[in-house]
Structures are given as C-alpha cells and as structure tokens.
C-alpha cells in the first residue's frame, strides 16, 4: 500500500472527530472534469478521529460512491443516504464545507465513519473495490425487486463491469441465469467461466421468440443505445426489467405490453451504506469478486484506450500505494 501519512486536509473540526485515514487503491469511471477521479476505494486504516468507533487502525475498508448527505431525510433516515437529495459523491462533488471531493486518486483518504466499508481479512481488497460500486449496483435490484430468491430465472443483458458480477451474484442467490447478448463472442465466458446456466443471442429472432415469457427478471446493464422491446417480451407476466446502464439519449418505452402483463420497467442506483456491508458480507460467504486487472498509475492512459475498445475483463484496479512506492 505504500507508506500512509495524514494528508493536510480543510475538515470541519467537527467532523474531523469521527474520520479517519487509509491508503487507496481505486477503480471507477472517467469523468468530463479537472480532475479524474475514482470511487471505488479501498485500503487499510492508519488513524482514527477520537469518536470513531466503527474499526481500528489495521483494518480493510473502502468508500464507494458517496461520502455524505443531510442524514435527516426520509431516505437518510431508511439507510437509503444515495437517494437523499443533498447526497455527496465521493468524487466532482461539493463537501459540506465548500471543498471539492477528488475521489481515490491519493495514497491517503479522509472519510466519515458512516461511509465506510468493513472487508473480511481473507477477501482480498483488490478484486473486492469493485463490488463497492459494480457490485451493489447489482445486488441491491436483486434484493429490493424480490429476484434474489432460488429457482427465479434471471436475464442479465450485458457482459461486462457490471454484468459479470451480475451473474456472480445472482447464481448465489440461487437463480436460473441468462446471459442476453448482442455479441455471440460471449458465449464461452458466460458459460464456462462465469457459470451463468444458458446464453440468449438477442439478435437471433428464433432464440428471443424460444424465450418469450419466461423470465421472472431482467437486469439490463447496457449503456448504449437499445430498443428495450425485446426484453419486455421476455417477461413473464408481472415480470422486472431493472435499467442499471445510463443511455446518453432516452430509449423508447413502449407501453401496451406492459399492460398486457403487469409487467414492469424500473431502475436502480447502487445502495445505502447498510445494504452494502450486507453486499460485501454475503459476497465474502459466497466468494464473490470482481474479475479485474491491477494496474499501476503510470499505465492509466493506456487503460482507457483499452476501455474504450472493450479489452478488459472486467475492470482495471490501480494500485496506488505501490505506484507511489515504486516512484519514491
């Protein structure tokens, strides 16, 4: 992890009691801003405020998406701090006291103990940062849409950051899983690798209409331009479409066949702080991980050419204590 310092850092005295200190290593998205900055954070702790009474200085955390809210809201008040109006991203966002929130980038961060993370010592930190973001992205539908139960049949469309971990988590919870694909290329890995129970061509017309009405639910993790369509078709009656990608431009939401069948299409960000221990909890019971590739710091630009291009399976980590190390 690199050697940690305590970083001068403009905190309110009165949150700096309940904070404390952890090297990063990071994973995340790219954003249009000054500053790149990464939300799924993890490392170990090197100093407590004096209130703080959540861990111990040695242990595994992370922070993921969001380091703060009004805490008195409906939703703050329901352990749902990511749907509160005035919630803080962990990164390109204002902090309570004016400062901008610059994400993982760092070999040390400064975070309120509600908004982290305990690991299990035997989950290695690396492969579970991405669960912080991806992972509850998908787990939370799962558990919130009454699909994380056996015997459901489960269609996750779409094989990558967030769709392979899909597949993980829902096999655990004891579902039948469909991998929806544009791409007959992802065959193979759906299958053998991840384990998902069978792989649905959606571009091939005999296999869709095979598997109409079947499906208790879909997790629809593409952010690319679609037709939605299809997958409603797949639904048995009352069945979920959950949108977990972000299009650039709205999709066609085509409404007599959910009618039709009390069929239902909804969305979901990722969690509250206590639906994601419980993610990470369940993941460690059950091995689940992300599948990734580490990366030092110096290798980033190249990483997002990769990205761009869809050549990696399934995220970059970087390794930022190390990089930091290595440069020393």
Not at 64 to 81: F, K, P, Q, R, T
Not at 290 to 307: G, Q, S, T
Request: net charge negative; proline share 5%.
């Amino acid at each position: 992890m690199g050697h940690l310092h305590i970083p001068t850092c403009p905190w309110p005295k009165t949150t700096a009691r309940n904070t404390f200190i952890f090297g990063a290593r990071s994973n995340g998205m790219k954003l249009e801003i000054p500053f790149d900055c990464r939300h799924e954070i993890v490392g170990e702790v090197t100093e407590l405020g004096s209130r703080v009474n959540k861990v111990k200085v040695g242990d595994k955390v992370g922070v993921g998406c969001v380091v703060g809210a009004c805490h008195s809201c409906e939703n703050c008040n329901n352990d749902l701090e990511v749907y509160c109006p005035k919630m803080i991203l962990s990164y390109g966002a204002c902090y309570y006291d004016g400062t901008v929130t610059y994400g993982g980038y760092s070999d040390t961060m400064v975070a309120d103990e509600r908004y982290i993370l305990r690991f299990p010592e035997n989950m290695p930190l690396d492969a579970a940062a991405p669960l912080l973001c991806a992972g509850i992205t998908v787990y939370s539908p799962l558990k919130y849409y009454g699909l994380a139960e056996p015997g459901k049949h489960i269609g996750v469309v779409g094989l990558g950051g967030l769709g392979h971990v899909g597949v993980k988590f829902a096999k655990a919870f004891g579902a039948k899983v469909t991998v929806i694909s544009t791409s007959s290329s992802k065959k193979d890995e759906a299958l053998e690798h991840l384990g998902a129970d069978s792989f649905l061509l959606s571009s091939n017309q005999e296999q869709l209409e095979a598997s109409l009405g079947t499906f208790d639910g879909i997790l629809d993790t593409v952010s690319a331009m679609h037709s939605i369509l299809p997958l409603i078709g797949l639904l048995k009656s009352h069945g979920k479409l959950v949108m977990l990608g972000a299009p650039e431009k709205p999709l066609e939401l085509p409404v007599f066949p959910l009618l039709m069948g009390r069929k239902m299409v909804a969305g979901s960000a990722t969690g509250g702080m206590k639906e994601i221990q419980e993610m990470i909890d369940f993941a460690a019971k059950h091995n689940i991980t992300a599948d990734i590739e580490v990366i030092p710091i110096d290798y980033v630009n190249k990483a997002m050419e990769r990205l761009a291009k869809g050549d990696v399976r399934y995220r970059f980590v970087i390794d930022i204590g190390n990089s930091l190390a290595s440069s020393n």
